[in-house]
């Protein structure tokens, strides 16, 4: 009998019990005197965020398809669980086997967002493995990061012996060979280290020496080992048809975030606009076979039992087998009353055709997100939308029946102006106006629009990468314009306005754009209290400010200056796929207000025909 890690009267005491105790259907159980490696896959958040991401279940099915390897997840725990294992010594544990995660041989965090670096901490903190790789022993697991903030690990080098950079599918396995090989002629840390660093897509921080110039900006970035590559390359794969995919997804015990099967059709957009990290991270697209993606909805809807699937992508209209698998999901699943989910649709007839026959009208809103204002902006930004497609598109939604619209914005992007801030609320009204051009009788109760702005964060690779940030207070007046501009509106009472927080946007801004330095402050930070500042109720800037004072790092260096494209930045050691001659040419052509076209219609040159495949017209026209 499987025993629990935590006892029963600590499972009476905390939130959700059901987070900690594991065992849920279709988890991965082994004996463990039967494997070779035993690797803790996490994701540095509370359980209903982390059991939502799809790539730790493709990790998870991965690398427990080998019999030598048993893969069992680990997340943070709430804060009342946290408090109790810090004062009775418990340390973290796996959800399968409920082993600390100290006994491990890897320890891997997927790190997603910049504001899980202190849960980061606290997940090493809590298994009792010492914060700095440089401290670690031969008997402590190795920690490795993978996911989208390792495009730039600078900020988080002291913590991981390695990173992966790029997609799992491709060198997860031969790094766990590798491993495997190390281990067995007697090799050490160090040798098995060195190893990895020879394997593409792998990133060992201490093997990397950094020097900065008088005024803070990166001089060098140079391996310490002539046997180690100056440049990480980005790892892709090509075929993401044949491999691997979780047939048989873990069904939560408790309601999490996104409570669905999971579809991903393709990987990867055409679109590039230029604010968009994911868009250019995961070039060049690449769709999966229409008939496989029948045959998985199939067997992962019917080995859950769930009643929704969600169909994943950056941009699912884009996918060229959209309408035959949306055909076949309702005619195979319409009797069995399973829900079709279709995010990141954009705003034209096709897709609101697509959204008329999947979704009941009465109950959901629509969501658009020009994400710009005015159309000059939303040609800098590359949106590659017209007001006169938005309004057609929200008329011809109004028209189905809808009558709630979501709209997302940015402010803070590059060359934006007051009247582009002013602009949102104009096109919300503009929207409203179209809706009460139906007639009376033939409306769907009452307008309801939601304007929501979040703050605009430059990402590395992208062309934005360059731009400036501004501080809070300067964010907040920006909103203050639009809201004010709403209420001056005719159908004010029909739209209403939330915008995020400004200070959490300057601190992403900060650790997304950082370097070494700032490992000192995350560290700081995190033993004054800091964690869960993805949460506003645990998130204290004051904090933060104060650690910045004590370890001597100016947060303005890394916000408030538009940085020369012929700086060297902490990221520049990755090849990414995409060029950095094609990110500034894109960075100029933002502000010539000129849009590119997408990558069916014409190459633009990004570099990503290295890859050879996918959406990509580069030589062919």
Not at 26 to 40: G, P
Not at 252 to 265: A, C, N, Y
Not at 546 to 558: E, I, L, N, R, T
């Amino acid at each position: 009998m499987r025993r629990l890690a935590l006892s029963d009267e600590v499972l009476m005491t905390v939130e959700k019990p059901a987070r900690y105790i594991g065992n849920e259907i279709n988890s991965v159980m082994k004996d463990k005197e039967k494997i070779d490696i035993r690797f803790a896959m996490c994701f540095p958040d509370v359980y209903e965020i982390s059991m939502s991401h799809l790539g730790l279940q493709i990790i998870y099915d991965m690398l427990n398809t080998r019999d030598d390897i048993w893969c069992e997840r680990v997340f943070s725990p709430w804060t009342d669980l946290d408090g109790v294992m810090r004062r009775d010594q418990i340390p973290l544990f796996a959800l399968e086997s409920q082993d600390p995660i100290k006994e491990f041989d890897f320890l891997g965090i997927t790190i997603q967002y910049e504001m899980c670096y202190t849960n980061i901490l606290q997940i090493l903190d809590l298994s009792q493995i010492p914060l700095h790789a440089k401290d670690r022993g031969e008997n402590d697991p190795l920690v490795i990061g993978g996911g989208p903030c390792t495009y730039n690990p600078e900020p988080l080098a002291d913590f991981f012996d390695l990173f992966y950079i790029g997609e799992g599918e491709t060198q997860m396995l031969p790094l766990m060979d590798a491993y495997k090989a190390n281990k067995a002629r007697g090799g050490s840390r160090e040798d098995f280290l060195v190893m990895a660093a020879n394997i593409p897509g792998i990133y060992v921080p201490r093997f990397y020496e950094v020097s900065y110039k008088e005024d803070g900006t990166l001089a060098s970035f140079v391996p310490t080992r002539e046997d180690i590559p100056a440049k990480i390359q980005k790892q892709v794969q090509m075929d993401v048809t044949n491999t691997y995919y979780p047939m048989k997804p873990i069904v939560p015990f408790i309601k999490v975030t996104q409570d669905r099967v999971t579809l991903e059709i393709q990987r990867g957009c055409i679109r590039g606009c230029r604010f968009c990290q994911a868009g250019m991270l995961y070039r060049p697209t690449r769709e999966r076979d229409v008939n496989e993606l029948k045959r998985w909805a199939k067997s992962m809807l019917e080995s859950t039992g769930q009643e929704e699937i969600s169909l994943s992508s950056l941009s699912s209209s884009d996918y060229s087998q959209l309408g035959e698998l949306l055909t076949y999901l309702i005619e195979e699943f319409q009797d069995k009353k399973v829900n079709i989910s279709l995010p990141s649709l954009r705003i034209d007839a096709f897709s609101l055709d697509i959204m008329s026959k999947v979704q009941d009208i009465k109950k959901s809103s629509l969501t658009f997100a020009p994400e710009a204002g005015s159309q000059r902006l939303r040609d800098v930004i590359n949106k590659g939308l017209t007001e006169e497609v938005i309004l057609e598109g929200a008329g011809t939604a109004f028209e189905g029946g809808w009558s709630k619209v979501k709209l997302y914005f940015m402010l803070g992007l590059p060359t934006e102006t007051e009247e582009d801030q002013k602009g949102i609320a104009h096109l919300a009204e503009a929207i409203a106006e179209r809706y009460y051009e139906i007639p009376k009788e033939q409306r769907n109760g009452k307008c309801q629009i939601t304007v929501s702005t979040s703050f605009f964060v430059p990402k590395p690779f992208t062309p934005f990468q360059w731009a400036t940030m501004f501080p809070k207070e300067e964010y907040l007046s920006r909103a203050k314009t639009v809201k004010n501009e709403i209420r001056s509106q005719l159908n004010q009472k029909s739209i209403k306005y939330n915008w995020h927080e400004a200070d959490v946007t300057v601190l992403e801004g900060i650790l997304a754009r950082g370097d070494r330095r700032l490992c000192a402050v995350i560290e700081d930070v995190y033993k004054k209290g800091a964690i869960f500042d993805a949460w506003n109720e645990y998130f204290h800037p004051d904090e933060w400010q104060k650690s910045f004072a004590a370890c001597s790092v100016d947060p303005d260096f890394y916000i408030m200056r538009e940085r020369s494209t012929e700086e060297l930045l902490p990221w520049d050691f990755i090849d990414m796929g995409v060029t950095k001659q094609f990110l500034i040419r894109e960075w100029e052509t933002a502000r010539k207000e000129v849009v590119t076209p997408n990558c069916r219609e014409k190459c633009s040159g990004c570099g990503a025909a290295k890859f050879k495949g996918g959406v990509c017209v580069e030589g062919k026209n």
